[in-house]
C-alpha cells in the first residue's frame, strides 16, 4: 500500500485536545521499556533531547524514569507545547523544558546531546531524512537514539482492523488520527534504506504488530 502523508505539525485544538487526552499508557511504557533494556538507568546521560514531544506525556514518563536527566523537548506546534507546559507536574519542572523548534532546524536548545529519544514523530515527516539528519546533527558522536513509531500496514483493511482494535472505544477524531497516522507511516524496509542511505547503522526492530523501535549510537 502506498505511503498518504498527513499533515507535519498538529496544531488544531480539537485534535490536540483529543490527543492530549488520549491514554496511551500502554505504548509509551513500552516505549520506555525498551529504552531501559538499552541502556542502564543511571548510566543515561544527563541532557537529554526529545524530537516531536507533543503533549509531553513521554516526556513525563522519560522524566520520571531517568531521575538523573534533564529534558530538553521540542516540537514545532505550539498548541501542543501549551498542553504539554500546562500538565507537566511541579516536581518535574526544574528538569523539564520545552522549546518550540520545527525540523529541520539550524539550532537546537543544545548544539549536542549524548542522548535523543522520539516517539511518533517520523511518520509526520515528509521527508523521513529530516530526522535522520537531525540526529546526525544533534547527537555527539557515540550517543545514543531511541525512536519508535507506526508500521504502515499493507492494505487499507489492515489498517481498519488496527484502528478497530486498538482505538475503537475512542473518540471519532482520534480514530480518524491513528488511521491516517497508519497510512503516513513507513515500513520497515522503508526505514531501513532510509538508514543505509543516510549511512546510520541503527538496529530496527517490530516490536507490536503495529510499532517499531529503531535504536543504536550514532
Ligand atoms: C503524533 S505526535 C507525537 C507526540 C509525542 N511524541 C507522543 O508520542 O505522544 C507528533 C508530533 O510531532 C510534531 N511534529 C511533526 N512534524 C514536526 C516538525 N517538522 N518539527 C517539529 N515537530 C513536528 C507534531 O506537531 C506532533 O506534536
Redesign the pocket.
Known sequence: MKRITEP????DETQ?LA?ANAD?SE??NH?IALIQKQIVTDQMSEIVL??????????QRFAETFPQCVVDA????Q??LNFAAHRLPLHLQQRVNFYS?????IHFPKPRYQAVF????L???HNPN?LWESLKQVVNPGGMVFI?DLIRPDSISEAKQLVYDYASGEPEILQT?FYN?LLAAFSIPEIRQQLNRVGLELSVEQVTDRHVFIAGKI
Open positions: 507535519e505539525l498538529m496544531e490536540v490527543y496511551f505504548a509509551h516505549f526529545e524530537l516531536g514531544c507533543g503533549s509531553g506525556d513521554i516526556t521540542v516540537d514545532g506546534s498548541t501542543m523548534l520545527l525540523l529541520p532546524a522520539s516517539n511518533s514523530l511518520h509526520h515527516l529530516t519508535m488520527d497516522s
